[in-house]
């Protein structure tokens, strides 16, 4: 029985020129095979990305496996640099809803015309993150929907993302409404003059010292790039020299 979500993050900021095909490649092999999970321990219960891409935005979910047809290939002859994307596998909590409504990134639109796309790793305890929502939402719904509404609100009140994220997350410890870990990447788009600006937050927040390992999250940089990914991606492309975030850890990159 699987009681808590486990899943895989990628997040990247990348100015002109930078392949990517390697890191969608990596977070392929995470999904279909996750040392951190044991034996025969996969993430197939859906994946999607959000990108904004030379001017366009893309969002797409689905509740197969990453690796079964041919939707990935597709995307990738989409996708160039500059862009920032958050892209996510999923392995579903017990009791969770499935299939492509359920799989990650949520979108949310913004009262100001923006958009907040959420993609998270970890398990909320329901009830106590609906208490942290202005309004009347069914118990049913994915926790890390909930995460995402939550998460616009606060973002309506604070204007940052920094803000509306370290305050998120501040009121999911003193409610104790973590299970065992809530880290999460967010793709912001929001209008700036006569254009649309595109920004990626990042945060690692573990609880349960048995999910330290597993809820680990990479840091890259270099010029012209940012990424973050979980500790199975990272591994996949090499990056264990890269900077380990600390246990609770807010990052953004615009």
Known sequence: MRELSMCRLLALVAREGLQLDGFLTALVSAAKHDPYLGLGGSHG???GIAAVSGGELLLYKSGKPIWEGASLGVLQQLLRSPLAMIAHVRRASFGMPSGVGAAHPFPV??????LLVVAQNGTLNVSRALKLIGRKMPPDNVDSYLYAVALAERLEEAGSLAEALESLHRELEEQQAVKNLANTVV??????DDSWDAQVGVVKHVVDEASFKYGELYALESPGLFAAA????AENLDCGAAAQA???KHCNRG
Do not use: F, Q
Not at 187 to 192: F, S
């Open 109 to 114: 639109n913004l009262s100001d015309g923006g």
């Open 45 to 47: 219960d859906g994946w």
């Open 230 to 233: 979980s500790i199975t991606v």
């Open 187 to 192: 793709l912001l788009l929001r209008r700036a």
């Open 246 to 248: 600390s246990r609770r």
